[in-house]
């Protein structure tokens, strides 16, 4: 129905940026909110940042002022800019979007990347 693939994790030292990006592709009609989550060894999935299709943006305290989410809606691609990277930034990093499915399906359902791991060096 509908793929998300991301790329643009690796290895960085603190202080160092990296760049996220996710391709939404399928059987898409709409995309509503688009972004990010994250998950540490021995820790739950959690939120980092996600932008809404009319342009707003939600983010996890602890990456205010560092990450900026932006959003591509003519090609289903969201980017996650890093900056000044921690290495409480280590982990995997899930795309997620919520996605309006073309009919006949025509259902709003949830998709998952397979995640791309980000680690930070000290």
């Known amino acids: 129905q509908v793929q998300l693939v991301e790329s643009g994790g690796g290895l960085v030292q603190a202080g160092g940026s990296l760049r996220l990006s996710c391709v939404a592709s399928?059987?898409?009609?709409?995309?509503?909110?688009m972004g990010w989550y994250r998950q540490a060894p021995g820790k739950q999935r959690e939120l980092v940042a996600v932008g809404g299709n009319g342009g707003s943006t939600n983010y996890a305290d602890s990456v205010k002022g560092r990450f900026t989410v932006s959003r591509d809606n003519a090609k289903n691609t969201v980017y996650l800019q890093m900056n000044s990277l921690k290495p409480e930034d280590t982990a995997v990093y899930y795309c997620?979007?919520?996605?309006?499915?073309?009919?006949?399906?025509?259902?709003?359902?949830?998709?998952w990347g397979q995640g791309t791991q980000v680690t930070v060096s000290s």
């Open positions: 997620n979007a919520r996605t309006l499915i073309s009919p006949p399906i025509f259902e709003w359902r949830d998709f």
């Open positions: 399928g059987s898409i009609l709409r995309i509503n909110n």
